[in-house]
């Protein structure tokens, strides 16, 4: 039996956005340069990645689900449904994948709404504010945790 190593790396509504708007918040990295990062991390402790983005919440979901067939577990930056979606939330938790959350932006430093995440106790790691480089920190620090 092939063991399996692949990681789900999920980028949420907007993320499509990196790089051409607000560089004061996000930076001027795109998410190709997220995702390189992401793969590169992942490559390096042995894990190959698939990698999607989308603005529709159903269409993660329904990606999350899918992991379960080949994946050991879940980087996720869920975008504004972070502070929104049970379902997400249950996806999540619903596929028994250890996941970790990630944000771009300090989210504690800015409006209060972004405080709040529904998978803040259920997420295995949570990286924020360290930029799109953050990715590089949730591969390790999520694939330490995967036997
Ligand atoms: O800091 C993060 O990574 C966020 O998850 C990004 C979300 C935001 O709703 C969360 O509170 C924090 C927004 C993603 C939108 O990304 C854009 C990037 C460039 C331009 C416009 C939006």
């Known amino acids: 039996m092939v063991t399996k190593r692949r990681l789900l790396l999920v980028n949420g509504p907007n993320l499509n ?15 190709a ?7 590169e991390a992942a490559a390096s402790v042995g894990f190959d990645v698939r990698a999607i983005q989308s603005n529709h919440e159903g269409v993660l979901i329904d990606a999350i689900h899918a992991a379960r067939e080949d ?3 879940v980087v996720i930056n869920p975008g504004g449904l972070t502070h929104t979606s049970v379902s ?16 771009i932006s300090d989210v504690h430093a800015r409006e ?19 930029g799109v480089q953050g990715y590089a920190t949730a591969v390790r620090r999520l694939t330490a945790l995967i036997p």
């Open 33 to 39: 340069d997220a995702e390189r990062i992401a793969v």
């Open 112 to 130: 209060e709404f972004r405080h709040f995440s529904y998978l803040e106790d259920v997420a295995a790691v949570r990286v924020i504010g360290e």
């Open 88 to 103: 997400l939330r249950d996806a999540l938790t619903g596929v028994s994948l250890p996941f970790a959350e990630v944000h």
């Open 71 to 73: 994946c050991v577990g």
């Open 17 to 31: 956005l990196l790089g051409t708007r607000e560089p004061e918040v996000y930076g001027t990295a795109t998410l």
